[in-house]
C-alpha cells in the first residue's frame, strides 16, 4: 500500500489538533471557527454550524509574492491607462493604454489560484517590457516608460520564480 505524501499527513495532524480545540471550546457553540493547517499552500478553516454540524472548507492560500506581483500589475495597468491623459493619443500611447488593460486583467487573474495566471504574468510583461525599451530609446522617453519597465521586470522574475518553485494549485489552468 503507498503512503500518503508527508504534506497529506501534516494537514490531517492540523485538522485532528483543530477538531479537539473545537471540542475544547464547546463543540455544540454555533459560529466557532478555527483556522488550521497553513501547509502547502492550503488553508483549512472547521466551522461549527448553529445546528452543531462540523464542517471543514478548504481554500487556496496565494503567496506574498503573488499577491506582490499582482498588485504590480494591477497598478501598470491603471499608469498605462493614464497615459491616455497626459499624452497626446499617438499610436504608441494607446497601444500602451492597450497593454494596461491587458496588464490590469492578467493582475485580477493572479489573485486566483491558477497556474496558468504565472505563465500570462511572466509573458506578456516580457513582450510589453521589450515594446517599452524600444518606445523609450526610439519614439518617446518618459517617466511612464521607465516606471514601467521597472515594474515589468519585477513582475516576470517573481512570476518565473514561482513557476519554478512549482507553486502549488487547487485546480488546473
Known sequence: ????????????KCLASGISKLFQK???????????????????????????????????????????AAGLMLISGVT???????????AHVVTAAIFGLLYFSIGLY????????????ALFPLIGGSLGIYRFIVLQPNPFTVFHVII?????????????KRE??????
Not at 500500500?1 to 490531517?12: T, V
Not at 515589468?152 to 519554478?164: E, G, Y
Open 80 to 90: 498605462h491607462v493614464a497615459q491616455l491623459a497626459v499624452y497626446p493619443a499617438h
Open 26 to 68: 464547546g463543540f455544540g457553540q454555533g459560529g466557532a471557527r478555527i483556522k488550521a493547517c497553513a501547509s502547502a499552500g492550503n488553508r483549512e478553516a472547521l466551522t461549527c454550524a448553529e445546528s452543531g454540524k462540523l464542517e471543514v472548507q478548504m481554500e487556496q492560500a496565494l503567496s506574498p509574492a503573488r499577491k506582490l
Open 110 to 121: 493572479l489573485l486566483r489560484p491558477k497556474r496558468a495566471a504565472l505563465w500570462c504574468a
Open 168 to 173: 502549488v494549485s487547487v485546480s488546473p489552468a
Open 152 to 164: 515589468d521586470i519585477a513582475v516576470i522574475s517573481i512570476c518565473v520564480r514561482l513557476l519554478l
Open 1 to 12: 500500500m503507498r503512503k500518503p505524501p508527508k504534506q497529506f499527513i501534516a494537514q490531517r
